[in-house]
């Protein structure tokens, strides 16, 4: 499955754990910053989803998860003006 949310490419691509009979939820998202290409792989528990559909949905909404977060990560809350130095 691949999603574009907030201009990040999410492609997910779960994985059977033979062990546990279960599919494991990988997600990699990727995007460009300042021309270079960024990618980061994301990976869900091991033992949980006994259907791919429910893996892929983990997958997504755990993509979407981090890029809310990373996002936030960029911006600092603004100065307390009245602790500016004048």
Same mark, same amino acid.
Not at 8 to 29: E, G, K, Q
Not at 41 to 47: M, Q
Not at 48 to 57: G, S, W
């Given at each position: 499955?691949?999603? $574009? ?7 997910? &691509?779960?994985? /059977?754990?033979?062990? =546990? ?10 995007? %460009? %910053?300042?021309? $270079?290409? !960024? $990618? ?8 949980? @989803?006994?259907? $791919? ?5 983990? =997958?997504? %909404? &755990? =993509? ?6 990373? /996002? &936030?990560?960029? @911006?600092?809350?603004? !100065?307390?003006?009245?602790? /500016?130095? &004048?």
């Amino acid at each position: 499955m691949e999603e $574009i949310y907030k201009a990040r490419h999410i492609r997910t &691509m779960p994985r /059977l754990n033979l062990d =546990a009979d279960c599919w494991i939820p990988y997600a990699d998202v990727s995007w %460009e %910053e300042e021309g $270079i290409k !960024r $990618i980061q792989l994301l990976v869900g528990p091991s033992d949980r @989803f006994k259907l $791919i559909d429910q893996a892929e949905v983990y =997958a997504v %909404e &755990m =993509a979407m998860a981090w890029i809310d977060a990373e /996002l &936030m990560g960029r @911006f600092h809350p603004l !100065r307390d003006p009245d602790k /500016l130095d &004048m």
